[in-house]
């Protein structure tokens, strides 16, 4: 019988790559500083010494090793890739952009590049613009990704186990923010998420807020405060960023007829931006107030504690918009 | 070896080789000529002077082992026995091509016989050729990994990345250098700060020789020594193959850069396929009357898979939306 506990995050993937490495022996990791101890945020703990071989240290070389992991998954069978950070990906976009994303397409059906790679993104404490960003936009602007930014441990254990079942590339985005929190998860082995599937954290009937990151969770707190105003605030976590729920998110608005749209990406071309335009051109008629998007502004990351706030949407700026949407 | 079936199997080799070169000129020289009818989309790279490069080493691999070329790529995927009329039907973008028509000639692949593609981005075949190594070595196989590469693509860092990890892990990696002296126009001399490549891939500690990559027995016997090491467990090695290329960079370049008399001296001087027409004669093993019929045969070939792909469909244009993403698979879902 399967059976739901609370787990971390960092727990819920850990999980997911044990289950299905377990499944699957073909599935390699290979990764900078993953041995001995997981990896800079743990979430390899214990991997090595139950596969033995499978856990590959890399060399400093993003763009060697993320190619490496393309002819690995073409060559037959799911690879992880660890990219510290997410920022480090700007060293290996030819590896994901040109290469993983097009083989499928440019070989007519031939090939399959089972290639997941996965990054903790978003802000971070103290360590500035270069180990913070937000990318979640960037990679759902080219065809042949999925692009998964979980927002609980049961959306990161579920997509990933997805993402290591399925034939397609996958740019996997954690959030630093919330490989500490707990949420509900699964024991169930054979339970996975599907990409594109947003869910609806919490039910509502006044405004829609689909938030994602760590902005899900500011977002429900919002609406815990809210809600003893009598505001009533259905929070849905997309969940990917390609292929995005459009269904899941034009259905809410059809009910609440409002809209806020938060992520933490900046604000230009960020995924909040594509959801609010495509309930412009195909909800608008349930609408009854202009959407509202709430994400960074358009800064680098600053360093200074007192500088870091003013770069990051925080709970005011999303019940702000709550209010006006409601106004 | 003198005995009869050493003289054999030299005759056979020398046979394979040749029938190799001339089929890659072939369909380099059909894929030209349709090129000039409009029938070829977009540009073409031939390799017409660098056959024995990939020549050399056909006899050599299996297809479970695996290529990564470059977008000069037609005569690794016939080496590594990819079909030349779908190849062709490729270029044309007709529906029956080998990638459906949508890749084109810098895209052609071949999966089926471990040709893991040809590339538009110069360098891009160094990680994934060595990525296809690390399966083989952990399915415990004793396939090799191939990735051709031009002397340009030696500027790209990936090359380093690459290089280090595999002689790292001791991946089955054959590095295979086309050295034609140019990328697009710009000389060699301009592009690398060596023009003695192997001794800066011996740095890395991996076994790497020059070669004369106009000669398609050193090519083969160069690599099957280096092969032969890796089916037994070795590591990656280097060969710097010294080649030319006779016609422009592409089908569009005009070659300003360098002079009609340039390039007939080289295909005086420097045809591969002529070179080992002379030397086999000289040798003893092969004559005129065993090789004629090889070109004629190869000829014959590659009209017949560029008539059969004039012929072809085109695809239709709802086909574009297909092969983005996997079809989708049935699973339970939370
Ligand atoms: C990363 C990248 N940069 C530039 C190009 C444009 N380009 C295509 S082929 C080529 C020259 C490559 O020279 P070389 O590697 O020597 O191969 P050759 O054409 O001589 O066979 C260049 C610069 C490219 N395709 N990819
Ligand atoms: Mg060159």
């Known amino acids: 019988m399967a059976e739901m506990r609370e787990i971390t995050f960092r727990e819920a993937v850990n ?4 289950e299905e490495m377990r499944r699957d022996p073909r599935i390699l990791i290979l990764g900078e500083d993953i041995l001995p101890g997981g990896g800079v945020f743990g979430v390899h703990g214990g991997l090595d010494e139950e596969f033995p071989g499978r856990l590959l240290q890399t060399p400093i070389a993003e763009a060697g090793f993320v190619g490496m992991g393309v002819g690995a998954a073409l060559a037959g069978g799911p690879v992880i890739c660890e990219v510290m950070f997410a920022d480090f990906m700007t060293v290996c976009m030819d590896e994901i952009i040109n290469q993983a994303a097009k083989f499928r397409y440019m070989s007519g059906g031939q090939a399959s590049v089972p290639l997941i790679v996965r990054a903790p993104c978003g802000m971070g404490r103290g360590v500035g613009a270069q180990h913070t960003q937000s990318f979640e936009a960037l990679f759902a602007h080219i065809p042949g990704l999925k692009v998964a930014i979980p927002g609980t441990p049961a959306a990161a254990k579920g997509l990933l186990k997805s993402a290591l079942r399925g034939d397609d590339p996958v740019v996997f985005l954690e959030y630093k923010g919330l490989y500490a929190m707990r949420g509900p998860v699964s024991d169930d082995p054979e339970l996975l998420a599907e990409f594109g599937r947003g869910s609806v954290e919490r039910p509502g009937r006044d405004v829609t807020l689909v938030a994602s990151g760590t902005m899900l969770h500011k977002g429900l707190e919002v609406a815990a405060e809210l809600a003893a105003d009598g505001v009533d605030i259905e929070v849905i976590d997309p969940r990917c960023a390609a292929p995005i729920d459009h269904e899941l998110i034009l259905a809410s608005v059809e009910r609440t007829t409002r809209l ?3 992520d933490e990406s900046v604000l230009e071309c960020s995924l909040a931006s594509e959801i609010a335009a495509t309930v412009a051109e195909r909800g608008f008629y349930s609408l009854d107030a202009p959407v509202r998007r709430v994400a960074s502004p358009r800064m680098p990351k600053p360093f200074s504690p007192k500088l870091e706030p003013a770069s990051l949407p925080q709970k005011a700026d999303i019940a702000a918009a709550i209010r006006e949407v409601l106004a | 070896m003198t005995t009869a079936s050493g003289d054999n199997a030299a005759r056979a080799l020398h046979l394979d080789l040749y029938r190799m070169m001339t089929r890659i000129r072939a369909f380099e020289e059909a894929a030209l000529y349709e090129s000039g009818r409009g029938n070829v989309y977009g540009p073409l790279h031939a390799c017409i002077g660098q056959e024995a490069i990939p020549a050399g080493l056909a006899p050599l691999l299996r297809p479970t082992d695996y290529v990564t070329s470059t977008h000069r790529g037609h005569g690794h995927a016939l080496a590594k026995g990819a079909d030349p009329q779908g190849m062709m039907a490729e270029l044309f973008g007709r529906a029956d091509g080998i990638c459906r028509g949508k890749g084109g000639s810098q895209h052609i692949a071949d999966f089926s016989v471990g040709m893991l593609g040809a590339n538009g981005i110069v360098g891009a075949g160094y990680g994934i050729a060595a990525g296809a190594a690390l ?8 396939d090799v990994s191939v990735v051709f590469f031009g002397d340009g693509a030696m500027a790209r860092g990936t090359l380093h990345e690459v290089a280090n990890i595999c002689v790292l892990w001791k991946l089955p990696v054959l590095f295979v250098c086309e050295h034609n002296g140019f990328a697009q126009w710009v000389p060699s001399s301009e592009n690398l700060c060596t023009d003695a490549v192997a001794g800066l891939m011996a740095g890395y500690g991996m076994p790497s020789r020059q070669v004369d990559g106009t000669d398609a027995l050193a090519m083969h016997g160069c690599a099957a020594g280096f092969i032969a090491d890796m089916r037994a467990g070795g590591g990656p090695a280097f060969i ?19 002079s009609r008399d340039d390039v007939s001296r080289l295909r005086a001087e420097a045809d591969p396929l002529a070179l080992f027409r002379a030397a086999t004669a000289a040798a003893g093993v ?5 090789m004629d019929p090889l070109d004629a045969a190869a000829e014959a070939e590659m009209r017949a898979a560029a008539e059969a792909a004039l012929a072809g469909p085109w695809p239709d244009p709802a086909d574009a939306w297909e092969d983005i993403l996997a079809p989708r698979k049935a699973h339970a879902h939370g």
Do not use: P
């Open chain 1, 260 to 262: 806020v749209v938060a």
């Open chain 2, 135 to 142: 399966r083989i070595r952990q399915a415990g196989r004793d």
């Open chain 1, 15 to 18: 999980e997911a790559l044990r």
């Open chain 2, 286 to 290: 092969l004559a005129a009357a065993d």
């Open chain 2, 240 to 258: 710097d193959a010294r080649a030319n290329r006779f016609h422009g960079h592409n089908s569009m370049d005009a070659q300003a850069y360098r």
